[in-house]
């Protein structure tokens, strides 16, 4: 596609409810980015995609949260259990550059919106 | 000490000053740094990177790199109304392993607001 694009754009959950963000990267873009952004607060850094292969999830702030890009393009973030935290705008970001977005721009979606009730 | 720091702002320029926005970082092994804006309800958007000590020019907008300082800056010359925005310093770090895998780290943005 023409650039990133993530669904739902919003997400309304009763709080205990399972959720799931998806996130369709550019076409060819080899890296996968995932940042959740609380209101008011730049993105913080959840986890990273290179291909299939999910090198870094270090950001990832409990175990109720998992991520995953089986076929190395559409990728899934999943979030058991939510919490009134969670609540945030989770972004999407790819970048034809292997290894890394130190030498390379990094492509955002708009983002899905979660709001836990 | 946060790993990026910026002034919140809001920051208020009249149109056609010059827009200075500052950011300084923790880590002295830091590689590159990046400037992002990002309009309100938007996503963020790449502006400019910078990797060398010295001024980076495009268009309108430099960027600043003091890394003895560990500061970084953006200049927006000419600001215009439609520059109004959050502005987004980022780092990218080494870690101890010498590869890094997507932790650009984030300031907390600054509100730019140019008025007519």
């Known amino acids: 596609g023409a650039g990133v694009s993530q669904s739902p754009r919003y997400k309304v959950a009763k709080r205990g409810q399972d959720v799931a963000l998806r996130c369709d990267p550019i076409s060819g873009h080899v890296s996968l980015f995932w940042y959740q952004q609380a209101l008011g607060q730049g993105p913080e850094f959840l986890t990273y995609?290179?291909?299939?292969?999910?090198?870094?999830k270090s950001g990832l702030p409990s175990d109720r949260f998992f991520a995953e890009r089986p076929e190395g393009s559409v990728s899934t973030l999943k979030i058991q259990r939510t919490q009134q935290e969670d609540s945030a705008v989770y972004l999407c970001a790819s970048s034809r550059i292997a290894g890394g977005p130190g030498t390379g721009e990094l492509f955002f979606g708009e983002g899905s919106r979660l709001t836990v009730l | 000490q946060k790993e990026v720091e910026q002034n919140s702002g809001p920051l208020s320029v009249p149109e056609g000053a010059i827009a200075s926005l500052n950011c300084t970082y923790s880590?002295?092994?830091?590689?590159?740094f990046f400037w992002y804006r990002q309009y309100s309800g938007k996503s963020p958007e790449l502006i400019m990177f910078?990797?060398?000590?010295g001024d980076k020019e495009d268009g309108r907008f430099t960027a600043q790199l003091n890394k003895a300082s560990q500061y970084v800056s953006l200049l927006i010359r000419d600001s215009q109304p439609s520059d109004s925005a959050t502005y987004l310093c980022a780092v990218f770090p080494i870690n101890a392993g010498g590869t890094s895998y997507g932790k650009l780290t984030f300031g907390q943005g600054t509100i730019l607001t140019v008025h007519p």
């Open positions: 995609f290179q291909n299939e292969a999910q090198l870094d």
């Open positions: 910078i990797y060398s000590n």
């Open positions: 880590d002295r092994g830091s590689q590159s």
